[in-house]
């Protein structure tokens, strides 16, 4: 694959599995997600989704497959938390990933920037990187189509102030985000069985990305023992 077109291609139609852990979980390690991509990789998956350049570099060296690079980082003050800043878009070029997400939410940035002024500025700096907008609602998505994003996904609905509410995976987004937009649709959140991503993939979109239920051991187990409760 070498160039955009072929990348986006390679994954239409197919899963994408997200491998990251977070600090505070047991299998925070770069080495842990590299083994994660390659199981990934065995059961099917055709890309991944990964968070930070050590976990990217490791994850690299043991599987072939198109990385949608992020690197989550907070910043006080500010919710945006998802590749924030163009420190981090400088980063994740700089490793080399076939896709760079970042949040495109409405919401003010650590740097006080808004989507609407910062992805210009990244845009002209790396016109040749393939950019997919995190977005949160169908307004957010618009707005990053407008700004010329390459691919939009539903990464934030339900998990910004404003859209907290929304039952996931959210199908009514996801349905009119297909409808609306040219440009490849990624559904993302709260998919946690075969029968949803069936459903999703039945709505038209172009991949479909699948973290927590597969390799993130501690939140499926409290799924099952919330049940016991």
């Known amino acids: 694959m070498t160039t955009n077109a072929e990348i986006l291609e390679y994954v239409k139609g197919e899963l994408i599995v997200s491998c990251q852990a977070l600090p505070e979980e047991p299998l925070y390690s770069p080495f842990i997600m590299g083994r994660m991509a390659y199981a990934a990789m065995l059961g099917g998956a055709k890309g991944i989704r990964a968070n930070s350049v050590e976990d990217i570099r490791e994850i690299k060296k043991m599987v072939s497959l198109p990385i949608i690079g992020i690197i989550k980082k907070v910043y006080e003050g500010s919710d945006v938390f998802i590749t924030p800043t163009i420190t981090e878009i400088d980063l994740l070029a700089e490793e080399g990933v076939d896709i ?8 003010v940035r650590p740097d006080g920037l808004t989507i609407d ?7 002209s700096k790396y016109p040749d990187q393939l950019f997919m907008a995190d977005c949160s609602t169908y307004e957010e998505a618009l707005n990053a189509y407008e700004l010329g994003f390459d691919c939009i996904g539903t990464t934030l609905s339900g998990y910004t102030e404003y859209t907290k509410d929304v039952c996931l995976p959210d199908m009514n987004l ?9 440009i490849p649709v990624i559904a993302e959140g709260g998919i946690w069985c075969p029968e949803e991503l069936k459903k999703i993939f039945e709505l038209g979109v172009h991949t479909a990305v699948v973290g927590t239920a597969i390799t993130r051991p501690m939140e499926i187990t409290k799924r099952f023992v919330d049940i016991l409760k």
């Open 117 to 123: 002024e910062l992805f210009p500025v990244i845009r």
């Open 174 to 182: 996801i349905s009119r985000l297909t409808t609306d937009f040219s």
């Open 100 to 107: 760079i997400a970042l949040d495109a939410t409405k919401r």
